[in-house]
């Protein structure tokens, strides 16, 4: 049997054009038209024809029906026609919501579903069908594949471009998963803007808004570096105690695979710091930080500070945590970037991250060639000391260090985790990879990463440091190719390392417990890949293979 050559492909029989009908009809035992491949129609089926792409004439089994209830996933539309289940097209969306509340959309494979992707500008996936009634959606995109409303990932799927990515909004009605309404974003984008918003010129116009209802802070687009340094929050009453977040460009990537430079920046004004925190919850994320006298400083017991996918390069100081600051940094690079890329004129900050009476937890992060021991500027971590009559452990889990300058102490040169007083099993030291370009010093002095007097416990490293052999640590010789491109600061695991016995690529450990707490391995690596945290073990530094 053929078809006239002018019918479309695709077109499905039998959905109401009369002079067609008929083809649907003669689907029958004893026919010349077979269906579900030469097999005839059971009883209670009738046989649609259908043609596909390629101009082929099938014909497809479906239930002989009286409602839309008795239709099943693939043919969920009861054609009263023919009385004959068949899908859905376009435009029959009421169909669907008659047949089911929970499936109002009729989708492209002809399936009623729950939601249809809509091809929107900048990648916003966020539609109306997936919007709460009297709340926020904790599921308000679309997912193209599954055609199923889902939490949000990432900004760039939301209308505001700020996604709730944790429960940190939680109090104020923002639960994870959501995306923030536009009222309650404060965007900065120089190109067009007003002092009095909604979209500002600079971030210090933006700050000075913050507020209970006003939490979100989206950088888009600056000009002068001098309207993004020596700004603080938490130091207007109406900031304190709220959570706040500052959102960069960087945010919905690894920092240091951006294929163009950032359009906005903190710091760059020599001497000045670029962002203060104190008495308030603040998450900088995606942020591009570079130079001035210190990126990001977090002072006092009721502040805290979240970093997470940012890049912090060529600051005196990349972080300072002090008097009782509560200090988190997530996927973050500091230092020199991989010379492939935007990144490659970048160079190290004299000093990453410096603790003094505070508290911290750093994972998934890269620390490349910081330090100046001309201006005794320590490029790695310096705990100077935890906050005092506390508990709270700190820990340095699933980084990587690389070509990093340090100090000397007492004759030995520390170049990654360097103490100005005992820590003892307060601080942690798990799945961390140490490494340089050259073998480490022996003479004049001794060359190590991690300063003994710290006491802190180490777990699962792993280096080309013959001291560091603690809990299941590796030793690498130096002729061993553990990273991709090491001179072209390429830090990802070498796809040549070794794939049986214990090596980097599954030498860590997925949870380790010290005293009572249980610190675990990250669940995504620097580029955002997942980590499995079963089986054969997690990899050593920031990266999985």
């Known amino acids: 049997m053929s078809l006239p050559s002018f019918f479309p492909s695709s077109w499905v029989l039998g959905i109401g054009l009369g002079s067609l009908l008929s083809l649907s009809a003669s689907c029958e035992t004893g026919r010349d038209v077979s269906c579900a491949d030469g097999m005839l129609c059971a009883p209670g089926q009738r046989c649609q024809v259908t043609i596909n792409d390629d101009g082929d004439v099938r014909g497809v089994c479906r239930p002989v029906c009286a409602s839309a209830q008795s239709c099943d996933e693939d043919a969920p539309v009861c054609d009263r026609a023919e009385s004959m289940c068949r899908p859905c097209f376009p435009g029959e969306d009421a169909l669907c919501l008659a047949r089911s509340s929970s ?22 996936a966020e539609v109306k069908e997936c919007q709460g009634k009297d709340s926020l959606s904790t599921a308000p995109v679309c997912d193209q594949k599954t055609a199923a409303c889902r939490a949000c ?13 944790d429960d940190s909004g939680r109090a104020w009605g923002v639960g994870r998963g959501s995306c923030v309404p536009v009222a309650q974003v404060l965007t900065v984008d120089q190109s067009l803007c007003s002092r009095s918003g909604p979209v500002f010129c600079t971030l210090r116009q933006a700050v000075e808004r913050l507020d209970a209802t006003h939490r979100y802070v989206l950088l888009r687009r600056a ?106 940094v997530e996927q973050s690079w500091f230092g020199r970037g991989p010379a492939q890329g935007v990144y490659s004129d970048t160079v190290g900050n004299k000093r990453s991250i410096e603790i003094t009476s505070a508290d911290f937890a750093i994972s998934g992060s890269v620390f490349a060639d910081n330090g100046d021991f001309r201006t005794d500027s320590f490029g790695g971590v310096r705990v100077r000391s935890l906050t005092a009559g506390k508990t709270t452990r700190s820990s340095l889990i699933n980084n990587t260090f690389f070509q990093q300058s340090g100090l000397l102490k007492l004759g030995k040169y520390y170049s990654g985790v360097l103490c100005d007083g005992v820590a003892g099993d307060r601080l942690a030291v798990v799945n961390t990879l140490f490494l340089t370009e050259m073998p480490l010093l022996t003479t004049p002095y001794e060359e190590h990463y991690i300063d003994p007097s710290c006491g802190a416990v180490l777990s699962h490293l792993a280096s080309n440091d013959p001291t560091l052999t603690d809990d299941g640590s590796l030793v690498l010789p130096m ?51 997942p980590r499995v945290l079963t089986g054969a073990g997690v990899s050593i530094g920031a990266y999985e293979p």
């Not at 989708?107 to 009623?112: E, I, K, L, N």
């Not at 920092?255 to 004004?269: D, E, W």
């Open 103 to 124: 499936t109002p959309k009729c989708g492209p494979s002809g399936r009623c579903v729950q939601c249809v992707a809509v091809a929107q500008s900048g990648g916003v």
């Open 223 to 328: 000009a002068s570096t001098t309207d993004f340094t020596d700004l603080q929050i938490g130091n207007q009453p109406g900031q304190q105690d709220l959570s706040i977040h500052v959102i960069g460009p960087l945010a919905d990537q690894s920092p240091a695979q951006a294929r163009t430079l950032p359009l906005v920046q903190l710091g760059g004004v020599m001497g000045k710091d670029a962002l203060t925190v104190t008495s308030a919850k603040v998450t900088v994320e995606g942020v591009y930080i570079k130079g001035g006298r210190a990126g990001l400083v977090c002072l006092g017991s009721g502040a805290q500070l979240r970093v997470v996918r940012s890049f912090i390069t060529g600051a005196d100081t990349g972080v300072i945590a002090a008097s009782g600051c509560q200090l988190t």
């Open 479 to 529: 002729d061993t190719a553990v990273l991709r491109d090491g001179p072209g600061r390429d830090l990802r695991l070498s796809s040549s390392i070794p794939q049986s016995g214990t090596t980097v690529r599954n030498g860590g450990i997925p949870v380790f417990k010290v005293g009572a707490d249980s610190l675990s391995a990250p669940a995504v690596d620097q580029d955002g890949k």
């Open 153 to 165: 990932q990432l900004h760039s799927e939301c209308a505001s471009g700020v996604c709730a990515k």
